[in-house]
Nanobody, 121 residues
Framework: QLQASGGGLVQAGGSHGLSCAAS????????MGWFRQAPGKEREFVAA????????YYADSVKGRFTISRDNAKNTVYLQMNKLKPEDTAVYYC????????????????WGQGTLVTVSS
């Protein structure tokens, strides 16, 4: 199971961090991803990280502003968001899958419940 947390209200230009805690002993064997879904829009890929944390991949819309990381000892994946924009407002979801650096929702088997990030202008 995945439990995302850290959502909230942030001003444009600010920073905010999300966490996703996983239960179970196999977290370190999964590639992890973050997705987001804005009202009326489809769920979109944000960032992904390999099982060992050595490689990451980002959507063009967040590249250079967001950083995904993980701590396998704590069974947790993080998303640090900097220089936030109003268009980053969405429900953010973490997901676990077996395909490294996957970018589509269908490639992830397990999902957290989502946490809302609202960026005010």
């Amino acid at each position: 199971q995945l439990q995302a947390s850290g959502g909230g209200l942030v001003q444009a230009g600010g920073s905010h961090g999300l966490s996703c805690a996983a239960s179970g002993r196999t977290f370190s064997t999964y590639s992890m991803g973050w997705f987001r879904q804005a009202p009326g829009k489809e769920r979109e890929f944000v960032a992904a990280i390999t099982w060992d944390g050595d490689n990451t991949y980002y959507a063009d819309s967040v590249k250079g502003r967001f950083t995904i990381s993980r701590d396998n000892a704590k069974n947790t994946v993080y998303l640090q968001m900097n220089k936030l924009k109003p268009e980053d407002t969405a429900v953010y979801y973490c997901a676990a899958g077996r395909t490294n650096l996957a970018t589509t929702p269908a490639q992830y088997a397990d999902w957290g419940q989502g946490t809302l990030v609202t960026v005010s202008s």
